[in-house]
């Protein structure tokens, strides 16, 4: 029972790694844009997507970031 309970644990404890990177923004292209545009430009996506909280993936941001104008290298989500 014991081996039961700590393989529950750890499977369920190993899940909770899968969130890490939910907020992190894609790699863009910021051709044509400031670094301070594309710092509060990430920054605004990022609010939008945690204002949903678990809701949505990280596929929120990058789909964000392509309404403001920039090309995406390598989408999250």
Do not use: N
């Amino acid at each position: 029972m014991r081996k039961v309970v700590l393989a529950f644990t750890t499977l369920a404890l190993s899940g909770c790694g899968g969130g890490h990177g939910r907020y992190e923004p894609p790699a863009v292209d910021s051709y044509g844009h400031t670094p301070e545009q594309l710092a509060a430009d990430q920054h605004e996506c990022i609010e939008a997507k945690r204002a949903h909280g678990w809701l949505g993936d990280a596929g929120m941001i990058t789909d964000c970031m392509e309404r403001k104008g920039y090309t995406i290298l390598t989408p999250k989500g």
